[in-house]
């Protein structure tokens, strides 16, 4: 059994920052992929930002320059600072952990419950 867990969600106003965070817990052998998705009133969920366990990083061309996603790999946990906050980043902000129980198993993602980000102008 796998949880993940998203924090960190508020209200900030435009330009503001927040620090999401993605805690993975379980049956854990390793987390091949973290991402961050989102989805505001009446769209589809859209990836944010994606990191390997290597580091490597992929971003939405709306969040380059403003958005940072980083891992701590020994601790299963996942961030996403957000900078220059606005209105349009407005969404409910969810995280997946594609996670291998075994060094044989495939991966399989898991998706957290969703924290709400909120951006005033």
């Known amino acids: 059994q796998v949880q993940v867990v998203e924090s960190g969600g508020g209200l900030v106003q435009a330009g503001g920052s927040l620090r999401l965070s993605c805690a993975a817990s379980?049956?854990?052998?390793?987390?091949?992929?973290m991402g961050w998705y989102r989805q505001a009133p009446g769209k589809q969920r859209e990836l944010v930002a994606a990191?390997?366990?290597?580091?490597?990083?992929n971003y939405a061309e709306s969040v380059k320059g403003r958005f940072t996603i980083s891992r701590d790999n020994a601790k299963s946990t996942g961030y996403l600072q957000m900078n220059s906050l606005k209105p349009e980043d407005t969404a409910v902000y969810y995280c997946?952990?594609?996670?291998?129980?075994?060094?044989?198993?495939?991966?399989?993602?898991?998706w957290g419950q969703g924290t709400q980000v909120t951006v005033s102008s």
């Open positions: 997946n952990a594609d996670v291998r129980v075994t060094s044989y198993s495939p991966t399989y993602r898991h």
């Open positions: 379980g049956s854990i052998f390793s987390i091949e992929v």
């Open positions: 990191i390997t366990s290597g580091g490597s990083t």
